[in-house]
Nanobody, 126 residues
Framework: QVQLVESGGGSVQHGGSLRLSCLAS????????IGWFRRAPGKDYEGVAF????????AYADAVRGRFTISRDKAKNTVYLQMDSLKAEDTAVYYC???????????????????WGQGTQVTVSS
């Protein structure tokens, strides 16, 4: 079964850290572009971090650059999102998604991603 499963969400205070994990099963991440998206209540999907599963290139949205770090572990078929210096405005449901054709890279268009996880809630209190 082809799927992505996120974990690691939770509640933290302003300035805290969380690490999200995205485990892929049924396919190899090295063939895909992986994006972390978030969706806050009443808002659309926002792409925050991207990694090319093959060559490891990364890209970040301006809102998180310098605070979030995306990485991958090929052996574990897992992508991570390390989130530091969290702010209240980072509160959202976070999703990882796989793009089968990651050209151009990065692709911030959520509707072009082929596989999505179920999401994990991140809540930052001020």
């Amino acid at each position: 079964q082809v799927q992505l499963v996120e974990s690691g969400g939770g509640s933290v205070q302003h300035g805290g850290s969380l690490r999200l994990s995205c485990l892929a099963s049924g396919f190899g991440l090295e063939h895909y572009g992986i994006g972390w998206f978030r969706r806050a209540p009443g808002k659309d999907y926002e792409g925050v971090a991207f990694i090319h599963g093959g060559d490891g290139r990364t890209a970040y949205a301006d809102a998180v650059r310098g605070r979030f770090t995306i990485s991958r572990d090929k052996a574990k078929n897992t992508v991570y999102l390390q989130m530091d210096s969290l702010k209240a405005e980072d509160t959202a449901v976070y999703y990882c998604a796989a793009d089968l054709y990651p050209v151009p890279f990065p692709n911030s268009e959520s509707d072009e991603y082929d596989i999505w996880g179920q999401g994990t809630q991140v809540t930052v209190s001020s």
